[in-house]
């Protein structure tokens, strides 16, 4: 795939989400960039309330109605020059159409009370312009192609009938019913045990090669980003504080937190009884940003210049790695 | 009613409350082809009569001949002589069209001023709630009685003015549950997928929201059957000669002392339907496990 030209896909440019509560302004996505190549994965990896919710549904628009986009936010994608120009009708056929998102509890993103076959078969009927036996044939194979056994049977199950990882699949064939070009998987195996996460990260994977489509990775585990990302990005406060191909961050990790991060990951050769690493402190609050760099109270690095100036991103010694740390390990302080 | 929470499967009072509501709105709807009385005909000779009275009286055919004409009062007669079966079987037109179509109007419009105000929030539901509130708040009777002064009595107005005052009740239940289910992720997946508003409401939301709407329209039904017994008992119901089951039960009171059967036998028919309605309208509540006192 490397050898393909580089078409981008997605490319954000000062991405900024503010979101108004009653007592106080959040500041959950703080100028973001980034951009995404064609038939590439990008993993955006943080903790918490971190922000990588909110910027995924920023391109989606389906933030709540507190939040606010600032006005210098550039969504470009392909063919389209911006996306927060457009209309809600023109958006309403790009979405579901060109760009798809997966949600994390997929017991929770389907519909109750409707079929699970009718569901996927809505977004053919809506954006393809299929007639409904074209669209439960259409239904049945993609049901197929998700490894779900029995679709024909499963067509008219409700989801309360099904498990978490069919309802997952499901949820996956909604999203690619209609050929996106770009898939938004919102921590899509959160909900799901280990066993059947890989499966469906396998299926993603598999899908995303044969369509070529770009995907928008979000997770909070550090280990899923690095097998199966081309490119990550670490959030940490709405910024984004490091970003690398994901060969290159494993090797080269430059941001204290992204090592705080990947510590935090039990390793299957720890001896028994082994305490778990953590990272120490409170994640900042949104509502009063710091001065500073936002990892300073809890960094065991950080000195005075953390506390004071805030570091800006920075390409190192690779220009594709870039990092927001005024100390970055690897480089003598 | 601890033991009918847990119980999903219809036991016999769902097979009772069933088979009396078919059986009473069939024969509301059949009432003209049925051989029975005319129930305007005052028999001046038989007032009062008991239940089961047979009567056999001379009347002259269309030839002008002189023949005996036989009649039943299988019920007895009221107080004007009129036939109780009679009256009490074209009664539930009556009844059930009030008891139906009030809680349709709640149904239709509560649903969707109550998924509006819940859906979009902010103004629309200021002021929808707002209005609500007013008429809540407002004394239905007064309503009820500017009504029937301004618009004359008859069903038409009845059900209009009894469909205002239950609106509310049908925007608040149809708010809450569309407040829930307004933010679940399987509306952002609809609205992902490029669904546009009225289309979530109606494919996404309607469905889930319709329930719990129906158990209360179901409980409505019994209620209003009784308002509208005790709108006629005060004379702002359906006019004479046009029986209803609260006019016979106002007529009745009279002389309950030496016919107690004019009043009894509409009551206890009303206390049939309405207790059917209420069952079916616990069952179906019970089905969705819908939590009382979402008003």
């Known amino acids: 795939m490397n050898n393909s030209l580089p078409a981008r896909t997605l490319e954000v440019k000062n991405l900024s989400v503010k979101i108004h509560t009653s007592h106080n302004i959040i500041q959950a996505v703080n100028d973001v960039s980034f951009n995404l190549q064609e038939g590439k994965t990008l993993a955006i990896v943080g903790e918490s309330g971190s922000g990588k919710s909110i910027l995924c549904k920023s391109i989606l628009r389906l933030l709540p109605k507190s939040a606010v986009v600032a006005k210098e936010s550039r969504i470009l994608f392909n063919g389209y020059d911006d996306l927060s120009l457009l209309s809600q009708k023109e958006f309403n056929k790009i979405r579901g159409r060109n760009i798809a998102m997966i949600f994390q509890d997929p017991m929770s993103s389907l519909n109750p009370v409707m079929k699970v076959g009718k569901q996927i078969a809505e977004s053919l009927l809506h954006h393809m312009g299929m007639n409904r036996k074209q669209a439960q044939k259409k239904v049945i194979g993609l049901m197929k192609s998700m490894g779900i056994a029995m679709p024909e049977q499963r067509f008219f199950q409700y989801p309360h009938q099904l498990s978490g990882g069919i309802c997952q699949r499901v949820a996956i064939a909604i999203a690619l019913a209609c050929n996106p070009k770009l898939l938004i998987a919102d921590e899509p195996t959160t909900a799901l045990d280990v066993t059947v996460q890989a499966e469906i990260l396998d299926l993603l994977a598999f899908r995303q090669s044969q369509k070529r489509m770009s995907m928008i990775l979000i997770t909070h ?23 690398a191909p994901a060969e290159e961050l494993f090797s080269n990790i430059r941001m204290p937190y992204t090592r705080a991060l990947m510590a935090s990951i039990p390793r299957l050769d720890n001896p028994p009884h082994t305490t778990l690493a953590c990272i120490d402190g409170q994640p900042p609050n949104l509502a009063r940003p710091a001065k500073g760099c936002c990892f300073a109270p809890r960094c065991s690095r950080a000195q005075d210049k953390c506390i004071k100036e805030e570091p800006l991103l920075r390409p190192g010694i690779k220009k594709d790695h870039v990092f927001a740390c005024w100390y970055p390990i690897g480089e003598a302080s | 009613m601890a033991e009918s929470f847990h119980k999903k499967i219809p036991g016999i009072s769902f097979w009772f409350s069933i088979t009396w509501i078919i059986l009473v709105t069939t024969i509301a709807i059949c009432a003209d082809f049925l051989p029975l009385l005319e129930y305007d005909h005052m028999d001046w000779d038989n007032p009062e009569a008991s239940p089961g009275t047979c009567v056999e009286k001379q009347v002259n055919d269309n030839n002008g001949e002189q023949i005996y004409q036989k009649k039943i009062y299988l019920l007895g007669t009221d107080t004007m002589g009129r036939d109780i079966f009679t009256r009490l079987i074209f009664g539930t037109r009556i009844s059930l069209t009030i008891g139906l179509a009030v809680p349709v109007i709640g149904l239709i419009f509560g649903g969707i001023f109550g998924m509006l105000a819940g859906f979009y929030r902010g103004k629309i539901e200021t002021v929808m709630m707002a209005t609500m509130d007013i008429i809540l708040a407002f004394p239905g009777i007064v309503l ?39 933010q679940s992720e399987f509306v952002q997946a609809a609205r992902m997928m490029g669904q546009k508003d009225v289309g979530i409401m109606i494919f996404e939301i309607l469905p889930n929201i319709l329930i719990p709407m129906a158990a209360y329209a179901l409980m409505l039904v019994g209620y209003m059957i009784m308002v509208e017994g005790v709108l006629s008992f005060l004379g702002l119901g359906v006019q004479a000669p046009v029986p209803s089951w609260g006019g016979m039960i106002a007529d009745g009171k009279e002389v309950l002392d030496q016919a107690p059967f004019i009043a009894l036998f509409p009551s206890f028919i009303m206390f049939l339907t309405v207790l059917s309605f209420n069952l079916m309208g616990d069952y179906l509540r019970n089905l969705v496990d819908t939590k009382e006192g979402q008003l």
């Open chain 2, 144 to 182: 009820m009685l500017a009504i029937t002064f301004y618009l004359g009595p008859g069903i038409k107005n009845l059900v209009i003015a009894l469909g205002i005052l239950v609106i509310p009740a049908f925007t608040r239940v149809a708010r809450a549950n569309t407040l829930k289910f307004a």
């Open chain 1, 221 to 243: 585990d550090l280990g899923v980003a690095i097998g199966r990302a081309d490119e990550i990005a670490v959030m940490y406060a709405g910024k984004i504080v490091e970003q």
